[in-house]
């Protein structure tokens, strides 16, 4: 399994043959607008953890180029649908086998709307299976005691959570959540994009080395494998 960084809350997963693209924020993004060439992305799935623009601002794009197929909530579901996207429709405790692995969409604590005011359902995040390994998409989020539940189910090789504060977790409560989802390799997200969530780099790497955990940070572009 292969993660690349796109800057903010947008990761292309990919899984053997499949490409697997998370909030595609993009071409709205200050931090990588100019870094990542949008014409170059091949996605086979688009997930969606809401509706917010700084998550789906250009999800119609891709999906329409690549012919991917767009999974969140029903609600979000139905509006790519109308486009004339192909979707898959899902909603909260559910999950579903793809081929690239299974997929369970989870609990999260937000809001979720669209920038045109339509209403885009309850936000989640996303449990990926894939054939050797499993991980955690949060989403945006509160830490929340759902996040308990996770690890009753599925033993995670990472954890994806944002640690920008203001409009999600934060560094502190992202240690918690690490906790909560019994994964101490954590992928931090969600920071930096505009002015209300900058964070201190080594201040927040060093807070999660003093709980034996493991804080990555990558730059725009960059990748790990796992």
């Known amino acids: 399994m292969k993660i690349t960084f796109y800057g903010h809350n947008t990761l292309l997963i990919e899984i053997n043959e499949t490409n697997i693209l998370i909030d595609p924020f993009i071409s709205g993004n200050p931090l990588s607008k100019d870094k990542i060439d949008m014409s170059t992305i091949k996605a086979d799935y688009i997930l969606l953890t809401h509706a917010h623009q700084d998550h789906v601002l250009d999800a119609e794009a891709i999906a329409k180029r690549n012919t991917a197929t767009i999974v969140s909530n029903y609600e979000i579901a139905t509006y790519y649908q109308n486009l004339g996207i192909e ?85 502190d409560d992202a240690i918690i959540a690490s906790d909560f989802v019994e994964c101490n390799k954590i992928l931090g997200v969600h920071y930096d994009t505009f002015g209300y969530i900058e964070i201190d780099h080594d201040e927040a790497k060093q807070k999660f080395f003093e709980k034996n955990k493991d804080l990555m940070l990558l730059g725009i572009g960059e990748s790990i494998v796992l």
């Open 87 to 171: 979707v898959h429709p899902m909603n909260h405790g559910g999950a579903w086998s793809f081929e690239f692995g299974k997929v369970k969409y989870v609990n999260a604590i937000h809001t979720s709307s669209f920038a045109d005011g339509t209403y885009g359902g309850q936000p989640g995040g996303f449990i990926i299976e894939g054939e050797h390994k499993t991980i955690y998409i949060a989403g945006d989020t509160a830490l929340t005691m759902d996040m308990k539940l996770i690890p009753l189910r599925n033993t995670l090789d990472l954890a994806i959570l944002p640690i920008g504060d203001n409009f999600t977790m934060g560094v």
